[in-house]
């Protein structure tokens, strides 16, 4: 695990620098296993910093989300930078930002941190019900060490890993400024032997499945607002002439919605697994977008946000692309 | 044609430069093709949104066809290209949610090639008259 002070001396350091605006990190939530992100604008606030497995967000959507206001009559631009901390798979996703020209390099500082895996939050507050004091917690090899007034508890890592984590390929980041802690190494591969499974599955079956699913939407946007990849300015859906997407909620808008989602994310998906995180409704979203970047990496051979000299996927094409599909 | 025999609505996107003119081809030429399509001229085929498909599967299409030049010959160079892989990735996320992948298929026909145009509509029409209207995603109030 990250070494706290460390990281807490490499924000201070970067927080005293003139050309930053603030730094975003992680900070103990009110209560229970939630951690939450937390905006540093100046030296006082490091001391709040935190980093533990606890910390699941993405925050690279955050430099997205900034607004930019229309400048005054004799105002200049604010060119300061934002900082950024980022574990692996975070890493992932502003290096295909920049390699959409959504963020430029200059504009935001990272500091990258390696992870070895977070907790799920659904799988915790399943084995701690009662709404706790946010606990203390560390790690070793194989077990997560939690901390909860003096009373030490282990817990397997497998069984509260977020899935994602399991078959992690990037547990360094890949982009960064400041590197904090010793890097890890991986021999994990791609998993995606739950999506064989469910391809091979009859069409009427995999439909009923997710009809099932798309049923539970209550189209709150949630999966596309936390993600850091969905950042046009003004989204398919909600736009009224042409309208994309109805606003009626019922089976075929859902569909609708959720495909049109999973599209915008083909080939740029990092699998962060935020949109799943946040759905209400529990709709494994995440199943969607690891078939579609199954799909990509067999196609194309293309693994979205590890190049960040490379074109996104659907801006660009090989002559010898397949098309035995083609009539 | 038989009455009673389940008439298929196919939404065709062609375009402008090959495969719409292969169509006015066949029809100049008096080939006979099903009457099922309903055409679309679009620009290129790189006009296609994949939306227009999903939509077009909302409103009432029972299949969907997009037409356009063959690799290399598309009349703004590179459009066709980027279709291709577009509707490949498309296609296997319909699948992947259960939706045959013969309902959204792309063709390759140039401006000479109407009578490839009456066999592709042929074929299309023949495979969705198999697998049946879509009920899945259509719209409550669509026709």
Redesign the interface.
Known sequence: MVNQKKLREEVNTLISRNDVKYIIGWEKGSYGFKMKPFFITSSEDVDRLVFNPLCIHNLTVYPMLEEKLPLRKDATEDKSKIGVIVKGCDSRAIVQIIQEKGLNREDIVIIGIPCSGVIDPKKIERLFPLKSETPDIDEDEKNFIIIIKDKIQKIPKQDILMDKCKTCEFPNPLIYDTFIGKEIETVKNADYKEIES??KKK?????????NQFDKCIRCYACRNVCPLCYCKEC?VDQLNPQ?V?RSV????N??WN??R??HL??RCIGCGECERVCPADIPLTK?NK??EK??YE??DYKPGTNIEEKP???M?K?D???E??? | MQKDEFQPNIVAFLCNWCSYAGADLAGTSRMQYPPNVKIIRVMCSGRVN??FV??AL?EGADGVLIGGCH??DCHYI?GN??T??????????????????RRV????VSAAEGKKFAE?IS??TEDIKKLGPVQ?????NSW
Not at chain 1, 203 to 211: F, G, H, M, T, V
Not at chain 2, 136 to 140: D, G, L, Q, S, V
């Open positions: 469910f391809e069409l009427s079956d995999k439909w009923e499945y997710w009809e398919m994309w109805r019922n089976i075929s808008e569909a609708a495909i049109m999973a599209f083909a080939g969607l078939k579609l799909d990509v196609m194309f996927l659907l801006s094409f002559p692309d397949p098309e599909f083609v009539l | 994949p939306m999903v939509n909302q690799p290399g590179q290209y980027f291709r892989r577009r509707m490949a990735v498309l296609k296997k996320l319909l699948e992947y949610i259960g939706f045959d992948e298929r792309m063709t390759w592709v074929e299309v899945k995603i259509r719209r409550a």
